[in-house]
């Protein structure tokens, strides 16, 4: 008896369960999910599509976005998905390893010859130093502040950060910068100079402030000030820091091929491109208001 009673309600059982699978099917088909929103769906549907077509992000610091950048609500999705994704930490691992690691990986120490790269629209400061005949990618550091736009710096008050090719000497660093610590970048130089640009102490410093400087966060400023420090003492005669807008790839000159700073960058771009194939800082000369590219005196 109690076996037929469990027969049967086993057979209810399966019976409700395919009345309840039909019935979805037929709600399924006469009201599709995809093709229905409520209001306040619609609303807030509407809300986001308008954000994604006007948000505007406009940045003072550290960041890989240019000034009033347009940024969709999918992009910042990407970013954030590319910060979380392992290969993001592979291929920056410049900045993810510390200062010691990147020393002992290179056989280098602190007093070997350095170059600098400083790149305003990634917010990024590169730190190159030379063992044998080439420079070696050592540390890269996020700038925490720098103001104004792309493009150079024209004349004292301005605010701008300066674009260009830059020597920095023993005289130059400031051990006691109420920044904390700072170098000067010698803005002007020759060419600025040609091109009646003015202004004074331009510089990479400390304290994430910045008034036409590039301000790095205290620990940053110590490590970079230690090796462009130790590199003097031990006998480099300067330091070159070269400061462009972004990276001077092909796909971001295109972009800005409408600027008009383009002609201006497309005279920095020969020093990129001849660091990037040599790596080497070429020897750089002014004449007829422009950078001249000489083959590298460092061998």
Aim: aromatic share 14%; glycine share 6%.
């Amino acid at each position: 008896m109690n076996s037929l009673m469990t027969k049967a309600w086993l057979i209810l059982l399966d019976t409700l369960l395919y009345i309840v699978l039909i019935i979805s099917l037929i709600l399924f088909h006469l009201y599709p999910v995809l093709d229905k929103q409520t209001d306040d769906e619609k609303l807030e549907s509407a809300k986001l599509s308008h954000f994604e077509e006007n948000a505007t992000l406009s940045i003072y610091s550290s960041s890989t976005l240019d000034f009033n950048d347009k940024i969709t609500l999918n992009d910042l999705m990407r970013m954030g998905q590319e910060c979380a994704n392992e290969e993001y930490y592979i291929k920056n691992k410049f900045i993810t390893r510390t200062l010691e690691e990147g020393l002992t990986e290179l056989a280098a120490n602190i007093g070997d010859p350095v170059f600098i790269r400083i790149f305003k629209k990634e917010a990024l400061l590169e730190v190159w130093i030379r063992t044998g005949t080439a420079y070696e990618h050592l540390k890269d550091y996020a700038i925490c502040a720098y103001s104004g736009y792309l493009g150079p710096k024209l004349q004292e008050g301005d605010r701008q950060a300066p674009e260009g090719f830059y020597k920095v000497k023993k005289y130059q660093l400031n051990p006691n910068s109420k920044y904390h610590l700072s170098f000067n970048l010698g803005y002007p130089n020759k060419y600025d100079r040609e091109h009646n640009r003015t202004g004074s102490f331009l510089m990479v410093h400390g304290s994430c402030v910045s008034d036409g400087c590039y301000a790095m966060t205290d620990d940053k400023i110590a490590e970079i000030y230690a090796l462009v420090e130790g590199s003097l003492q031990k006998g480099q005669k300067y330091v070159q820091v070269h400061a462009y807008p972004f990276s001077m790839t092909e796909e971001n000159m295109n972009f800005y091929d409408g600027s008009e700073w383009y002609d201006f960058w497309m005279n920095l771009k020969e020093g990129y491109d001849y660091f990037e194939a040599e790596r080497l800082p070429p020897l750089i000369k002014v004449k007829d208001k422009l950078y001249i590219i000489h083959e590298s005196d460092e061998y």
